[in-house]
T-cell receptor, first 113, second 112 residues
Framework: DAMVIQNPRYQVTQFGKPVTLSCSQT?????MYWYQQKSSQAPKLLFH???????NEADTPDNFQSRRPNTSFCFLDIRSPGLGDAAMYLC????????????FGDGTRLSIL | GENVEQHPSTLSVQEGDSAVIKCTYS??????FPWYKQELGKRPQLIID?????GEKKDQRIAVTLNKTAKHFSLHITETQPEDSAVYFC???????????FGQGTELSVKP
């Protein structure tokens, strides 16, 4: 059974139209990450939550924001998507403790028209 | 900042042969090194990881070696099978739960 669930798997939006991607987890992990992955490239960390503490990467555009209303859910909001934001967006979680690896969801592939 | 270099970018082997992918890292404080396998259109899946207190770890056909002095680590796949075909990413972190710095990826193709 999937433990990190991303919805939808495929999302199409229009240039400049706000879009929200969602991630939920059944692992009760306290850390959640959002990555952007473009074709043939490694995942690029956008930001992460340690419990409710939000940590933004220095090079993450202001266009990208996130919400974590509770332990289980985390959202990625793209306020005004541009053509360059078309990518796979991956959510990952990690449990508490020093030896816990990251577990990825199946991702949402975002297309911009 | 931390950087991870991965080579080769593409690797083609015959079924049954071994495959080796190498990574080097820049931050000497790195002490956790996972390897992820990503099939086309799917999520990265952790296949093996190693911590800095060991030099080698093996899981069936997959092994990882770590040389902390030289700051490099390698993935070894023996008796490769067509289903091993995927993109493999190495990563480094200062601890298992920390920020992962990924290598550029290696596209492995195993030909029947």
């Amino acid at each position: 059974d999937a433990m990190v669930i991303q919805n939808p798997r495929y999302q199409v939006t229009q240039f400049g139209k706000p879009v929200t991607l969602s991630c939920s987890q059944t692992l009760n992990h306290n850390v959640m990450y959002w990555y952007q992955q473009k074709s043939s490239q490694a995942p690029k960390l956008l930001f992460h939550y340690y419990d409710k503490d939000f940590n933004n990467e220095a090079d993450t555009p202001d266009n990208f924001q996130s919400r974590r209303p509770n332990t289980s859910f985390c959202f990625l909001d793209i306020r005004s998507p541009g053509l360059g934001d078309a990518a796979m967006y991956l959510c990952a979680t990690r449990g508490q403790g020093g030896n816990q690896p990251q577990h990825f969801g199946d991702g949402t592939r975002l297309s911009i028209l | 900042g931390e950087n991870v270099e991965q080579h080769p970018s593409t690797l083609s082997v015959q079924e049954g042969d071994s495959a080796v992918i190498k990574c080097t890292y820049s931050d000497s404080a790195s002490n956790y090194f996972p390897w992820y396998k990503q099939e086309l259109g799917k999520r990265p899946q952790l296949i093996i990881d190693i911590r800095s207190n060991v030099g080698e770890k093996k899981d069936q056909r997959i092994a990882v070696t770590l040389n902390k002095t030289a700051k490099h680590f390698s993935l070894h796949i023996t008796e490769t099978q067509p289903e091993d075909s995927a993109v493999y990413f190495c990563a480094a972190s200062t601890h298992p739960g920390g920020k992962l710095i990924f290598g550029q990826g290696t596209e492995l193709s195993v030909k029947p």
